[in-house]
T-cell receptor, first 116, second 111 residues
Framework: EAGVAQSPRYKIIEKRQSVAFWCNPI?????LYWYQQILGQGPKLLIQ????????DSQLPKDRFSAERLKGVDSTLKIQPAKLEDSAVYLC??????????????FGSGTRLTVV | KNQVEQSPQSLIILEGKNCTLQ??????????LRWYKQDTGRGPVSLTI?????NTKSNGRYTATLDADTKQSSLHITASQLSDSASYIC??????????FGKGTMLLVSP
């Protein structure tokens, strides 16, 4: 089974620039998550999709972050404009159902963003 | 407020030795608890998952325990290997799908 694919692996941008990350979940996984992981901390949920609908985006800084999941498969996360504090690893995860019981989450390798 | 606390923050052990990582949580309602291994620069990979009724779960050299009464979990690593060097994250699911992550324990296995 192919895993969760993310690209790019690394990105360095200047503050106030824009950046986009892409995620391709495991085939058939209806639930997709974007997490932000700052160095030394656990991942923080940014947004959760169920198919192409948003389930939870309460922690997404909507003034600068946006995400979409067209057609309920691939997803993109965009930051515009970026700030220095956005430097982090952005993880995408997917699950067959929303994390209930024995169904686990599969994480991608993440995109490491450095804002200078 | 749901919280997951992990200890120690970091740990260095010699190759071949055993170690135990701790996870204390205040999460309600509890659904399940997972331990993840996260190699540097990689996404987390699931090691074990335990529901309320399970006390212990093994995955090779990794053994997780859960005490739902005291809301504590531990991850025991036996006969450590250099490849065990990673961050170990405790994640508790509450309700239907809310995840609460610990900050992780950074383990370094030294030759």
């Amino acid at each position: 089974e192919a895993g969760v694919a993310q690209s790019p692996r690394y990105k360095i941008i200047e503050k106030r620039q824009s950046v986009a990350f892409w995620c391709n979940p495991i085939s058939g996984h209806a639930t997709l998550y974007w997490y932000q992981q700052i160095l030394g901390q656990g991942p923080k949920l940014l947004i959760q999709f169920q198919n192409n609908g948003v389930v939870d985006d309460s922690q997404l800084p909507k003034d600068r972050f946006s995400a979409e999941r067209l057609k309920g498969v691939d997803s993109t996360l965009k930051i515009q404009p970026a700030k220095l504090e956005d430097s982090a690893v952005y993880l995408c995860a997917s699950s067959l159902v929303p994390g209930q019981g024995l169904y686990g989450y599969t994480f991608g390798s993440g995109t490491r963003l450095t804002v200078v | 407020k749901n919280q997951v606390e992990q200890s120690p923050q970091s740990l260095i052990i010699l190759e071949g030795k055993n170690c135990t990582l701790q996870c204390n949580y205040t999460v309600s309602p509890f659904s399940n608890l997972r331990w993840y291994k996260q190699d540097t620069g990689r996404g987390p990979v699931s090691l074990t998952i335990m529901t309320f009724s399970e006390n212990t779960k093994s995955n090779g050299r990794y053994t997780a325990t859960l005490d739902a009464d005291t809301k504590q979990s531990s991850l025991h690593i036996t006969a450590s290997q250099l490849s065990d060097s990673a961050s170990y994250i405790c994640v508790v699911t509450s309700g239907y799908s809310t995840l609460t992550f610990g900050k992780g324990t950074m383990l370094l296995v030294s030759p």
